[in-house]
Each structure stands twice: as C-alpha cells, then as structure tokens.
C-alpha cells in the first residue's frame, strides 16, 4: 500500500512557464497589472494638477513632455489599460453578485472587454486629435 | 445548528469578522469604491480630452472655476486614491512575503495615496478658487 503511494508521481500544479495560457489567467493578471500601471498614473493627474495650480509657468513644459514621443507611447498605454480596468471592473462585479461564471459566457464577456479595450482607446484617440484647438 | 467540525466558537460565528477581524469591511469598500469610480472615471477622460488637452493653462482654471467640474473632480480624486490603496494594498499582500518588506511597502502605499489625494484635492480648490483678474 504504502510503496503504491510513493509510485504516484503526479506534476504539481501550476508550472506557470510551461502551463498553457487561458483567456481567464490572462485576463485575470491583466487586470492587476493594468491597476498598478494605473496607480503610476494618478502620480501624474497629481503633477498635471499641481503644477497647473501652484507653477502654471511650467504647465507649457509638462504639456509638451506629454507630447513627445515617451509621452504619447505613456498616455496610449494608460488609455488601454483605463478601458481595459474599467470593462473588467464592471465583469468582476457581475461576478460578485454570482452573475457569468459559466465557461462560455465567461469567454464572451472576456473577448468582450478586449475588444471594448482597443475600440473605446481608438475613439478617445480620435477624438483627442480631432476636437478642435485642444492640442494646441 | 451548529456543525459538529466547525471549532470557530459562536461569538466568533455571530461577530462573522473572520481570520483577519475585518469581516468583508475591504472587499466590499473595494466595490462601492469601483461602482462610484464608474462614471467619474468616465465623465473624467470624456472631458479630459475634450476640455483639458490645451497648453493654455487658463483653460484648465477656466474648466475648474466650473463649481460642478470642481466637485466631481474632488469626488474622483477621493474615491480614486481609496479604490487605488485598497488595490495596490491586495498586490502587497499576495506577492510580497518578507514582514519587513511588506509592512513597509503597506505603510508607503497607504501614505502615498493620502498625500496624492490631499495634494490634488488642495491643487483642484486652488484652481476652484483662483480670482482670474488677478492670477496667472
């Protein structure tokens, strides 16, 4: 009996480098990591703040950063990872009032928020570059 | 009827505070934190990018001199930094095990988002209150 225990070798669970990855995992991890990417985030809605109350002279300065290369490449991701917080927030709370745990609607609402993600950041682009005289 | 397994005793069952003697009061603040986040994020990047992306800093007081922009920018910021510290508080917990490194790490992020909430709510009065005959 006691041999017949030691044969069972079973993998432990789970090997993240070689376990296949699922729409469910990533999302899930996408939704933490797109918190803290948004919590770098608020420290600028802090500085745009700050220094438009306390040293306007310098506002010119941080618009333009904002408006370089880096900046551009910084606010494109902090507009996917808002979209995509804020569509998964809403599927969590489904969630937490026991609404969507089924596999297939699970899947949907997950594709779903991706493609909310990468719409709702084309149209706020869209607009931003297109609503008049506000870039400049 | 009490289970013949459950060893908890029954102040601790009607109390229903669990392990960490909190009882739901994170979980759920986490939620009324990310229902209210729902529209003040949204009204936010909608007029964020078609307000606020001028570098004319009078835009921006302009904006802000509006009583109702004023208080519903307040209102995010609260509810923001909250939703943010309860988050980034969770993240703490799961991946950091070292006490020191975690306590640490619990005490700056709770202090960090006190200090970003107070100094954008003050920097948001400022701008409130700024007498543009005078300022800027």
């Known amino acids: 009996m006691q041999s017949d225990i030691k044969a069972v070798l079973r993998p432990t669970s789970p090997h993240l480098s070689i376990y296949r990855r699922q729409i469910s995992s990533v999302l899930s991890i996408t939704h933490r990591l797109t918190g803290l990417a948004l919590f770098v985030g608020t420290g600028l809605i802090v500085l745009w703040l700050v220094v438009a109350a306390y040293a306007p002279a310098h506002y010119t300065t941080l618009h333009s950063s904002l408006h370089s290369g880096f900046g551009q490449i910084c606010m494109l991701g902090w507009t996917l990872a808002f979209y995509y917080h804020f569509a998964n927030g809403i599927r969590h709370l489904f969630w937490d009032i026991g609404k969507g745990f089924t596999l297939p609607v699970m899947h949907r609402s997950g594709w779903t928020v991706i493609v909310f993600t990468l719409l709702m950041t084309a149209v706020t682009w869209f607009i931003a570059y297109t609503s008049t005289g506000t870039l400049s | ?136």
């Open chain 2, 1 to 136: 009827m009490m289970a013949t397994n459950d060893l908890r005793s029954r102040l601790s069952r009607v109390k229903g505070l669990g392990a960490a003697h909190h009882g739901v009061q994170h979980w759920w603040l986490q939620r009324v934190t990310a229902v209210a986040l729902l529209p003040l994020s949204a009204w936010f990047v909608t007029s964020f990018i078609t307000a606020m992306l001028s570098s004319n800093v009078v835009k921006v007081a302009i904006w802000f001199a509006s009583p109702l922009n004023a208080i519903l920018m307040v209102m995010l910021l609260a509810v923001m930094f909250a939703h943010a510290r309860l988050g980034v508080q969770v993240v703490i917990e799961d991946y950091v095990k070292s006490p020191a490194a975690k306590y640490s790490l619990l005490l700056a992020n709770t202090f960090i988002c006190f200090a970003f909430a107070g100094l954008s709510i003050l920097a948001v009065l400022k701008l409130h209150f700024l007498d543009m005959s005078t300022s800027i």
